[in-house]
């Protein structure tokens, strides 16, 4: 399957904070808030939804595009991810500015408090599936990116008759109602955290029926409670992994839909594929950073098929 991943490629800065924010937080004072917290350690990783997305998906050997747009600080990026076996002929480089950065600070209970610049991210709505691509994608992910992109490339999937994941992800915030709505109409899929999901009914006034209503499949992720999965009016949950350690809980989305969408363009059942990106998002959750678990394809089925019985299926991912 020829997949294309679009969003952000980003740096991130992760820091940990050595006690809890909600202890620091005074509910009467909500509208006068002035706070500072001292981190024990930062880390500078790369990152970005679509960039975390396509790296997970090349450990399982898949190739992806990966369309976004970066600064004139992206040299060392590209290596990384074009040496992990991701395809960026489709990145955009913009050399007037910087990539985009992600700092994130996390508590003793993994709670976070993030922060994201743009850079040339911004940009990202100058830009059209059609200009970087010569032939259609098989199936187009909408990820976390400008939000003006994200609605303009969701419309060109439609009229151009591309199937497409709507992953609106920490941009919930920023999209209104409409476009949200807009995100939504014959999505192939729909795919976000229990919160974001929430977010998406207060705002658009659609309940979750209306909602599988207009796209094909829903998947509502759950942390550590697993993950519910919406299709042709059957419900099916599945039960996450318990990762050996919490490093760190930033990418563990990211690798979820890696995974889904590896074991989905290998023919494989949905359910089958939320497991396979269930284990991927346990993988990433035992590392500090989005992109610093590795795998082989044997590896990971050896350890999948000692927590669950894939009935042999996972064999598509060893050739």
């Known amino acids: 399957m020829h997949t294309l991943i679009t969003g952000s490629i980003a740096y991130d800065y992760l820091m940990r904070f050595p006690g809890r924010f909600q202890q620091h937080f005074l509910p009467d004072e909500l509208h006068n808030l002035s706070l500072s917290f001292l981190v024990d350690d930062m880390t500078k990783h790369w990152g970005g939804t679509a960039a975390n997305i396509a790296y997970t998906m090349a450990l399982f050997g898949a190739r992806p595009k990966l369309m976004g747009t970066v600064g004139r600080d992206f040299g060392d990026y590209r290596r990384w991810l074009e040496a992990a076996g991701v395809d960026c002929s489709t990145v955009?480089?913009?050399?007037?500015?910087?990539?985009?950065?992600?700092?994130?600070?996390?508590?003793?209970?993994?709670?976070?408090?993030?922060?994201?610049?743009?850079?040339?991210?911004?940009?990202?709505?100058?830009y059209r599936i059609g200009a970087v691509l010569a032939d259609k994608p098989?199936?187009?992910?909408?990820?976390?990116?400008?939000?003006?992109?994200?609605?303009?490339?969701?419309?060109?999937?439609?009229?151009?008759?591309?199937?497409?994941?709507?992953?609106?992800?920490?941009?919930?915030?920023?999209?209104?109602?409409?476009?949200?709505?807009?995100?939504?109409?014959?999505?192939?899929?729909?795919?976000?955290?229990?919160?974001?999901?929430?977010?998406?009914?207060?705002?658009?006034?659609?309940?979750?029926?209306?909602?599988?209503?207009?796209?094909?499949?829903?998947?509502?992720?759950?942390?550590?409670?697993?993950?519910?999965?919406?299709?042709?009016?059957?419900?099916?949950?599945?039960?996450?992994?318990?990762?050996?350690?919490?490093?760190?809980?930033?990418?563990?989305?990211?690798?979820?839909?890696?995974?889904?969408?590896?074991?989905?363009?290998?023919?494989?059942?949905?359910?089958?594929?939320?497991?396979?990106g269930t284990l991927c998002a346990t993988y990433a959750l035992e590392h500090v950073g989005t992109q610093t678990h590795d795998f082989s394809p044997e590896a990971f089925v050896a350890r999948f098929r000692r927590l669950a019985d894939d009935g042999g299926c996972l064999n598509a991912l060893l050739v």
Do not use: W
């Not at 007037?96 to 990202?124: H, I, K, P, R, W």
């Not at 151009?160 to 920490?170: L, M, S």
């Open 92 to 126: 955009i480089q913009l050399d007037e500015v910087f990539t985009a950065s992600f700092f994130s600070n996390t508590d003793e209970d993994n709670n976070q408090l993030a922060f994201f610049y743009g850079g040339a991210m911004n940009l990202a709505r100058n």
């Open 138 to 276: 098989d199936l187009a992910v909408i990820s976390p990116n400008d939000p003006v992109a994200m609605i303009q490339l969701c419309d060109e999937c439609r009229q151009q008759r591309i199937p497409f994941i709507f992953d609106p992800g920490q941009q919930v915030a920023r999209l209104d109602g409409d476009e949200l709505r807009r995100g939504l109409d014959g999505a192939y899929m729909l795919i976000v955290n229990f919160y974001e999901a929430n977010v998406i009914y207060e705002k658009t006034g659609l309940s979750l029926d209306d909602i599988r209503e207009r796209v094909r499949i829903a998947v509502i992720t759950e942390s550590e409670h697993g993950s519910t999965l919406y299709q042709d009016g059957e419900i099916t949950k599945v039960k996450s992994f318990a990762p050996g350690q919490i490093a760190n809980p930033t990418g563990a989305g990211d690798a979820y839909r890696a995974g889904m969408l590896v074991g989905l363009s290998s023919g494989m059942s949905l359910r089958l594929s939320a497991q396979i």
